[in-house]
Each structure stands twice: as structure tokens, then as C-alpha cells.
């Protein structure tokens, strides 16, 4: 099934810098990789690990052979991932400047009959279904561990001082933790954000968007002028992977 595919970054109307990286490439194999980076860290150090992680998934995607087996495919996302982490880590630890830098990573890697879902920190990828649209991912963060634990609501965790505090990131510490889950190509679309989107834009709202009748390129931009609309707090990032066909009669 032939997709459609657009992603854009802006960097919002209260910060001076984008610190969010995004990539989105088919490599010679006709396997998609869609990523969001949201970096963190003082002065310009988190745009430094977002794009360190971007690029690094990109030059291993592009050399990636066929996605040829479920164990393949996991053990690439693991050894890459924690390859970022680690190029990551050692240079915040050799400059003084970039000490503590880290960034979120998520996104997908789209084969022929499968994709595959990999999150660490608070960045999000959603599902888009015939009659359905939810979270893929699961939050690292220190509120998503409160309400799974019951000990916050839904409107308490909105607007909790807590609320952007991680438990996870990449190039904070020496080891990360990585979530990989694997779905089929079953949906209509896939939307990949960091929470420069999410945290300010409601769930309601970009399903809505997602299934109007506009090309991708529209989705984009629309979604990031209800973020810019919502206040612009901070930088944001979309990328949507569509199946084409299914929303385009």
C-alpha cells in the first residue's frame, strides 16, 4: 500500500531556539522512518542532543537491511537507540556547556506488513483507526507515573507544576530505557509530535484534523497553528504517515 508522508517543526512563540529535531525518509529497502526529538538541556545544548539523535538515526537507517525478521528489526531499534544514548551522554560529559543535555525520541519504523512503535520520554505517536484514535505510545514522565498509579486525575495532571518532569530521556544517564511495541498496518494514519503539540492541543481536535479530506502537508500546518493559536508555549513538532487511499477518495 503506497503512503503519504509530511512533517514540520516550528519553534513556537515564546522560545528563542527549536531544540526539536525531526526526520522523516524511506531508505533503499521501502522501509519508512518517521522520528521526533525533543531536546532538553540549558542554552543551545538540548537542539545539540536532538539533532545528535536524529542524525545518527539516519545514517544507521540508511545502511538498515531488509526488515527481514521481528528479533531484526527490535535488536536495530535497541542497539541504535542506546548507540544515540551513548554518543549523547559522552560528549554532554566532556563539554561543560552541554553538561546535563538530553532530548525525548519517538517514532516509527514502517516495513511492509508491520510497524514499529519506539518511545522514550513524553513525546507521542498516535493511531488514527476507521473508528478509533489513541495514544501508541506511554509517557516517561513523572505525572504519567502518578495517574497510572491513580493518585492524580486527568485535570489535576493538566495543570501540575510536575507536569514536563521525565523519568526517561535520552543521553541523561549511561543506560535508557526503550518501549518497542509492534502493530499491524492497520490504520489510517499515524501522528508522531513531541508535547509541544499534545500538551497544549486537544486529543478532540487533532482527530479531527487527522480525518478531514486534506492533503498532509494541510494536516501539518493546521495542527501546528492550533499549538501557535493555543498560546505557542513551546516548540512543536508533527509528523503524519498516511495510508493513502483510506482518507482520499
Known amino acids: 500500500?503506497?503512503?503519504?508522508?509530511?512533517?514540520?517543526?516550528?519553534?513556537?512563540?515564546?522560545?528563542?531556539?527549536?531544540?526539536?529535531?525531526?526526520?522523516?525518509?524511506?531508505?533503499?529497502?521501502?522501509?519508512?522512518?518517521?522520528?521526533?526529538?525533543?531536546?532538553?538541556?540549558?542554552?543551545?545544548?538540548?537542539?545539540?542532543?536532538?539533532?545528535?539523535?536524529?542524525?545518527?538515526?539516519?545514517?544507521?537507517?540508511?545502511?538498515?537491511?531488509?526488515?527481514?525478521?521481528?528479533?531484526?528489526v527490535k535488536h536495530w531499534l535497541q542497539d541504535t537507540i542506546q548507540e544515540a544514548n551513548d554518543l549523547i551522554f559522552t560528549q554532554s560529559t566532556r563539554n561543560t556547556e552541554q553538561k546535563g543535555m538530553g532530548t525525548t525520541l519517538v517514532?516509527?519504523?514502517?516495513?511492509?506488513?508491520?510497524?514499529?512503535?519506539?518511545?522514550?520520554?513524553?513525546?507521542?505517536?498516535?493511531?488514527?483507526?476507521?473508528?478509533d484514535f489513541l495514544a501508541l505510545t506511554e509517557d516517561h514522565s513523572y505525572i504519567a507515573d502518578m495517574l497510572k498509579r491513580g493518585e492524580l486525575s486527568e485535570?489535576?495532571?493538566?495543570v501540575h507544576p510536575n507536569r514536563n518532569m521525565l523519568t526517561n530521556a535520552l543521553g541523561i544517564w549511561d543506560t535508557v530505557r526503550i518501549d518497542i511495541n509492534k502493530i499491524k498496518n492497520d490504520y489510517k494514519a499515524l501522528l508522531i509530535c513531541s508535547d509541544g503539540l499534545h500538551g497544549y492541543v486537544s486529543e478532540a481536535i487533532i482527530r479531527e484534523i487527522l480525518e478531514s479530506k486534506r492533503s498532509v502537508e494541510d494536516k501539518v500546518r493546521m495542527l501546528i497553528d492550533k499549538a501557535l493559536l493555543a498560546g505557542g508555549y513551546d516548540n512543536v513538532s508533527v509528523i503524519i504517515v498516511e495510508q493513502a487511499g483510506d482518507l482520499h477518495e
Open 1 to 72: 500500500m503506497s503512503i503519504q508522508y509530511y512533517g514540520a517543526s516550528h519553534v513556537g512563540l515564546r522560545r528563542r531556539n527549536n531544540q526539536d529535531s525531526i526526520c522523516f525518509l524511506e531508505n533503499g529497502e521501502h522501509a519508512l522512518l518517521a522520528v521526533v526529538c525533543d531536546g532538553i538541556g540549558g542554552g543551545l545544548a538540548g537542539d545539540v542532543a536532538s539533532r545528535m539523535a536524529i542524525e545518527h538515526m539516519k545514517e544507521s537507517f540508511l545502511k538498515m537491511e531488509k526488515c527481514s525478521s521481528d528479533v531484526q
Open 107 to 131: 517514532g516509527i519504523l514502517k516495513c511492509e506488513t508491520t510497524t514499529y512503535i519506539f518511545n522514550v520520554g513524553d513525546s507521542r505517536t498516535y493511531g488514527l483507526y476507521a473508528d
Open 155 to 158: 485535570e489535576e495532571a493538566a
